[in-house]
């Protein structure tokens, strides 16, 4: 997986590029928890997987943000993974463009 973070004003990009799993969740994790923007937006037009452990850094990483009253968006999301989101409810949690 590689990771790209581009800031802009009170926004923060995430670009992440491969699969997010077992292997390289504590990767991305380690990434969003350095962020201060108000807004951290994952760009997932480049992620082809994502397993539970990769869920879990995302609900936390949005758990995490809006207690310090930021806020967590996922952008350009492919099908497969957007069927992860819907199947386990994620997709009612989290805020998705």
Do not use: W
Request: proline content about 1%; aromatic content about 4%.
């Amino acid at each position: 997986m590689e990771i790209t973070i581009r800031n802009c004003e009170n926004q923060s990009i995430v670009l992440i590029v491969g699969r997010l799993d077992t292997n390289t969740a504590p990767e991305l994790e380690a990434a969003l928890n350095g962020i201060t923007a108000k807004e951290v937006v994952l760009d997932c037009s480049s992620l082809e997987y994502v397993s539970s452990a990769g869920l879990r850094v995302i609900l936390a990483s949005h758990k995490h943000l809006m207690a310090a009253e930021q806020r967590l968006t996922l952008r350009n999301i492919c099908t497969e993974v957007r069927s992860v989101l819907d199947m386990t409810g994620f997709s009612r949690i989290l805020f998705i463009e």
